[in-house]
């Protein structure tokens, strides 16, 4: 402890810690929130504020808005690394011990008290708020295998410390607040307030330095549980969170964070722009949809499981059909319908509408199509495709129909270059980004009655 102090380095509690770090960031316009998309003008300057003024936070919204995602990103506010004693159960700074061993251990060593160095990644924690989390589990318990070595019961070192004492000098996430029980929530009061603890009978007054920061769905309120008044009363912020407002940031999701390439030797597949646009639509038709039950929300993972399952459906082609295993795997609309099962069991529907679940979804993912094919390529110029249908011709594809075979049966098409590059795809060349930019014309045909479609056995006849 003594050449830390000879450093200089300066003691400050965990919320002037952020409070600083954040304030250096917005002044360098440096990012403060590293991956969280489409909250800039809403749910970010109340989180910012929040920090500033200290306060701890509960942050409410639907599934899958991104809350514990935002949570996790607070603790990289930290510094990069903060002393601690060495061998502290609850990391204590050197300069302001807090436990009964640490306190002892300065007073006995002094400057020769033994600092460690802890990792910002180290200083989180986050417990999911089961019905079965105890007290003992979030605050402390006494610990046997120390009473048995010979202390007494009274002796503060028995004491098996929680999972917040353990993040003292830290950030810790309480997820799903109201699953906990009311008598548990009760525990967290002094920690909220006072800033301390207290396990059984013990005289103990543990002084806490934690920012704490709790989720919740705000129809758990009465559905599974509720947060007891106290306990809101003592968060300094409350905080509500949303499903991204524009389209635009429901692309920049599903294009962060669905995984559909992989390692060098296995570059899965691509998802051309038109379709991860489609799938956007979709997503937000189905949580506009008055048959689908709007308190359980359409989680950011609907559209993010839609773009990987699409993405896998192309890789499935090219192994399956032996003229497409030479090919780049591209996803196509004739990959699309076959997602709609897997997907079924992420959107809570109304009662009434019971065993059409996968008929809604299905006329919402049409409706999707339509609209990106008027956006994308209202009024341009489809003679040259239209054209192959003039003497009763007819196309055939499907999920299982390759690329070149495709376009063999296509045949030349004029315009189409200026198609590909109206759907993002200028300058490209690959048999299968062809494909996949005629199937969604002839699709888009279909959808605005300009073709008719067969449809049978995951294959689509499309003619006049």
């Known amino acids: 402890m003594g050449a830390l102090k000879a450093s200089g380095h300066p003691y400050r509690t965990v919320k002037q810690e952020i409070r600083e770090n954040l304030l250096a960031r917005m002044?360098?316009?440096?990012?403060?929130?590293?991956?969280?998309?489409?909250?800039?003008?809403?749910?970010?300057?109340?989180?910012?504020?929040?920090?500033?003024?200290?306060?701890?936070?509960?942050?409410?919204g639907e599934r899958g808005q991104g809350k514990t995602r935002l949570i996790r990103t607070l603790a990289g506010l930290l510094d990069e690394w903060t002393p601690a004693v060495a061998g502290c159960e609850i990391n204590d700074h050197p300069y302001a011990p807090a436990c009964a061993r640490c306190r002892r251990l300065a007073a006995e060593l002094g400057d020769d008290l033994p600092v460690t160095w802890?990792?910002?990644?180290?200083?989180y924690g986050e417990k999911l708020a089961t019905p079965d989390t105890s007290v003992g589990d979030l605050i402390g318990d006494i610990d046997p295998v120390k009473v048995a070595e010979g202390r007494t019961l009274g002796d503060p070192e028995t004491i098996h410390f929680g999972l917040?004492?353990?993040?003292?000098?830290?950030?810790?996430?309480?997820n799903e607040l109201p699953d906990l029980a009311e008598r548990i929530q009760v525990a967290l009061l002094n920690v909220l307030e006072e800033r301390d603890i207290g396990v059984r009978g013990y005289s103990l007054r543990l002084p806490l330095d934690i920012v704490l920061v709790a989720s919740a769905n705000p129809e758990d309120y009465t559905n599974r549980g509720r947060i007891i008044t106290p306990l809101k009363d003592r968060f300094g912020a409350e905080i509500r969170t949303h499903y991204p407002l524009s389209l635009e940031d429901e692309l920049d999701l599903i294009n962060q964070e669905a995984e559909v390439s992989w390692e060098a030797s296995d570059p899965g597949a691509e998802l051309p722009v038109h379709l991860t646009e489609v799938i956007a639509r979709?997503?937000?038709?189905?949580?506009?949809?008055?048959?689908?039950?709007?308190?359980?929300?359409?989680?950011?993972?609907?559209?993010?499981?839609?773009?990987?399952?699409?993405?896998a459906a192309a890789v499935r082609r090219t192994a399956l059909v032996a003229e497409a295993r030479d090919e780049v795997p591209?996803?196509?609309?004739?990959?699309?319908?076959?997602?709609?099962?897997?997907?079924?069991?992420?959107?809570?529907?109304?009662?009434?509408?019971?065993?059409?679940?996968?008929?809604?979804?299905?006329?919402?993912?049409?409706?999707?199509?339509?609209?990106?094919?008027r956006a994308r390529l209202g009024g341009a110029d489809l003679s040259g495709l239209l054209a192959k249908f003039e003497d009763g011709g007819s196309i055939e594809s499907g999920e299982l129909v390759s690329a070149s075979e495709l376009l063999r049966r296509t045949g030349e098409v004029p315009g189409l270059a200026k198609i590909m590059a109206r759907l993002g795809m200028e300058g490209r060349e690959s048999f299968g980004e062809a494909a996949a930019a005629i199937e969604?014309?002839?699709?888009?045909?279909?959808?605005?009655?300009?073709?008719?479609?067969?449809?049978?056995?995951?294959?689509?006849?499309?003619?006049?």
């Open 440 to 464: 969604f014309v002839l699709e888009g045909l279909y959808l605005i009655r300009r073709l008719s479609k067969d449809s049978s056995d995951g294959t689509a006849t499309y003619r006049t």
């Open 164 to 174: 917040v004492p353990r993040t003292n000098r830290g950030v810790f996430s309480l």
């Open 330 to 373: 591209v996803a196509r609309v004739a990959d699309l319908p076959g997602i709609v099962p897997t997907l079924r069991g992420k959107v809570e529907f109304e009662v009434s509408e019971e065993g059409r679940e996968e008929e809604i979804l299905d006329h919402l993912l049409r409706r999707a199509i339509a609209e990106t094919f």
């Open 27 to 60: 002044r360098a316009g440096q990012d403060r929130f590293p991956g969280i998309v489409g909250f800039d003008q809403t749910v970010l300057p109340h989180v910012e504020r929040a920090l500033l003024a200290g306060h701890d936070i509960i942050l409410l």
């Open 118 to 123: 802890r990792h910002r990644a180290d200083r």
């Open 282 to 311: 979709f997503t937000r038709l189905v949580r506009e949809s008055p048959a689908v039950d709007g308190r359980s929300g359409v989680s950011a993972r609907f559209a993010i499981a839609a773009a990987e399952s699409a993405a």
